[in-house]
Nanobody, 119 residues
Framework: QVRLVESGGGLVQAGGSLRLSCAAS????????MGWYRQAPGKQREFVAS?????????ADSVKGRCTISRDDAKNTDTVYLQMDSLKPEDTAVYYC???????????WGQGTQVTVSS
């Protein structure tokens, strides 16, 4: 089992920055990729960014150039970060951390953290 806990959301003005964190616990050795998704009111959850244990990254076109995902998987830790810059009101959403674990590629989710960007 893997538990994911996000932090770092909040209210920011357009053009500002936020850094989200997601700390994994439990069977962290089984986690392959970690990433971020978001869900705005009335919309489906969408992919934001991901990073593999080897450091390969992938970004949604909507955040490319404005967001940077990184991961600290040193001994006994696995934490993923999302640095978000030049935030826009359309970035407003609940951001969820995702972990993909094991050969069965089981998805684990955090509880979500609210990001609100005011215009």
């Amino acid at each position: 089992q893997v538990r994911l806990v996000e932090s770092g959301g909040g209210l920011v003005q357009a053009g500002g920055s936020l850094r989200l964190s997601c700390a994994a616990s439990g069977s962290i050795y089984s986690i392959n990729a970690m990433g971020w998704y978001r869900q705005a009111p009335g919309k489906q959850r969408e992919f934001v960014a991901s990073i593999t244990r080897g450091g390969s990254t992938n970004y949604a076109d909507s955040v490319k150039g404005r967001c940077t995902i990184s991961r600290d998987d040193a001994k006994n830790t696995d934490t993923v970060y999302l640095q978000m810059d030049s935030l826009k009101p359309e970035d407003t959403a609940v951001y969820y951390c995702n972990g993909l674990a094991g050969l069965a590629r089981v998805n684990y989710w955090g509880q979500g953290t609210q990001v609100t960007v005011s215009s």
